[in-house]
C-alpha cells in the first residue's frame, strides 16, 4: 500500500524571509477587510512556501509560460495541452487541404505521433460524413442519378487516405455506405449523451 504523503507537513517547514513577508503585505496593503486580508496573506504564504518547496525537490520552470513544472516535463500541464490543441488544429487544418496525407508526410509539417493523427482523421471524417446528405452528396440508391459531391469524395480520400486520382465509383459507393452506419451510430450516441 503507498504511503500518502501529507504536504501541508513539508509545506509549513519552509521558512519565509523578510522579503516573503514585505512582497506579501504590499500585495495585500490595498485590502481594508482585515479577516479577507488575513485569509490571502495566508494564502500568499502557503503559495510562497509551495513555490520554493518545489524549487528545492528540483522543479524547474516551463520552457513556454515561466510557471514551476516537475523536473521531467519542459512545459507545464496547461502549456502541454495548450501544445497538443495546436498541433491537433495543424494536423486538422493540413487534412482538410490534403485529406488523403499519410503520417509519413504529416511529420514534414507537424511534430506529431501516429496516434495524433489517426485521431485528429477519425474526429473529421466523423464530422464530415455527419454532414453529408444522402441524394445530394452520394446517390441514396443505386436508382439515384446524383454523383459524389466533392464534400463526399473529401471523406472518401481521408477516410482511406488516397489521392484524388486512385479515387473511383467502387471505393467511393463502399466507403461512403460503411461509413452512413458509423455516422448514424455517431449521431445517436451525441444525442443521447
Known sequence: MEKKINLGSYIRRVEITDDDVD??????????DEDLKSILQRVYMKNIQLKKLKEKYGWKHCQKC?????????????????LKEEK????AEILLEVPWMRYQEMTKYVDCTIDMLNKQRTKLVQILAGRLRPGIDYPENDKDDCTYSMEAQTVVMMYKSIPPDKLNEAILKDVIFK?????AYWENKQKKG
Open 23 to 32: 512582497k506579501i503585505n504590499r500585495e495585500t496593503a490595498s485590502i481594508e
Open 66 to 82: 515561466g510557471r514551476l513544472t516537475s523536473p521531467e516535463n519542459k512545459y507545464c500541464y496547461n502549456c502541454q495541452r495548450e
Open 179 to 183: 461509413l452512413r452506419y458509423d455516422t
Open 88 to 91: 491537433q488544429n495543424q494536423i
